[in-house]
């Protein structure tokens, strides 16, 4: 999987785990912009653990506030 | 499942789950991400051996603390074989509250998960700790024979106040909240993924062994997806903020979730103020959605109704295990499963138990056909100088038909009434939407009940672990 297609698949699946209005970026911001709760958060997380088959560290969680820094901590994952 | 002779209290009831199940495996989990199931005699054999560490403790009060696990589910039971009374906890109490539940209820012993010994170890506390992982004997005790009225269980409220409450139920209360098929519907496998020290989670997973069902029991709800996939159940029970999360992965599903590898087929919701497009999704997929109405007071028993697109708007209607009365709009219940009071505080039961009948605080009104419908909370009505009542509940429903309006809080502000708004985006376009939706609301509706102030904020508002609303702290 190139980094393009991993990419596609978090914006998608982000996009799956909210009801926004608004199109999704890479800077789009999951609290603040798309009012993700904190289980919420963590339920999209645990979705892209069972799709990559990685194990995100919640250290890596502590600094994920955009869809840009979660596609961090999943290719951070996949190293 | 047999019907004779009726338990009358918690050790004969378990006694008759086990002869039920045979050899049956009744529960499944995952360990290390893969399924595992455990048969009836290795739950019930760890149980008996359980029971024995605890046999000089008869009628003292045991504190349960520790995450969905099995063994958590073991120790419950074994307290109750051992004659002892079942404290439940939260475990994500800190060690200073968890100070404060021991002594508020007398705690003589304390059993809990390795992974809060830190907190256990911190809270300092006068009695007897024992791990969940104790290396029990081989030599089973004698079950206790409990009088059925005595006290079995103390479990806290989950309350929206400071306080939480110590609920007593007594053992013919527990065999009633486990003892019923208030669901009334098929199913296969059922999934707890709701704590188990809640009246949800552990009378939900016991009721499910009474209908001879197997438990699926997910240890962290952020991971109920897996657990729907892997475990396979066909029936849940979920917290709005849950069911919410599932509908949205549900769209592209598939028919029960299959494209997703669910097989899901029942869902029971507490506390839900359903859309009709949310139970319209699930039924399109072939998931039919109850209504779950209780309170920790209830036991275990509640109100489960299978809910439609054209009935959205009601709590349900009793079943008949639970009588009904509504007093000065306050819904009022009675039955078998129904508490014996807050453990040391005579005074908070009196304000809400009367001869049995429960004052829930919810104000409700009853149709001809039985069906109830919500109105508010009594203590969180707005009174206004000119006297008004208002039920922010109310208003707050009426303003979340804006799509534009994620969540909102009602509140009074100098004798007038204020919405603090999350919108779903934080664009000019959508906070003009949400203007234009309040204005056609204010012109709907009498002057006392329009919103005269409004506060837009970024920030989710607290809630319960179950989601009710905090009323008390704003964002």
Redesign the interface.
Known sequence: MTITELKRQILRTVQDATDAATPITAETHLIRDLGLSSVETMMMVTDLEDQFGIKIPTRSLRNVQTVSDLTQAVIDALR | MPDSPPPSNMPQLLAQLERQAGDQPILRCLEDGTPREMTAPQFYGAVHRHAAVLAELSGKHIGIIGPNIPHWLMWFCAVFKAGAVAVLLSPDLDPEQLAQRSAQVDLSCLIYHESLSQIVSQADLPFRTIPMDHQAPSVPALPADPAPESLACILFTSGTTAIPKAVMLSQKAMVASIRHNVVGLPFRAQLTVLPLHHVAGFATVLNTWYLGRMVCLGQD??????YL?RLEPDYTLLVP??L??LV??L??GGPNGRDLGWDLHLIGCGGARFQPEVIQILNDHGIRVLQSYGATELGGLGFDTEMTPHCADTIGKAPPEIQVKIRDGELLLRCESMMMGYYGDPDATREVLDDGWYATGDLCRQDGAGYLYLQGRKRDLIILSGGENVSPEWVESRLLTC??I??VMVTGEDDLLCATI?P????PS?RLQIQEALDRYDRSVPTYHQIHRIHFT???FPRTPNGKLIRRKTP
């Open positions: 709800m952020r991971y109920l997806f897996r996939q903020s849950l919410q999360t949205r992965k769209r592209n799509p534009q994620q969540e999350l779903i985006d934080d664009s959508t970024q920030t989710p």
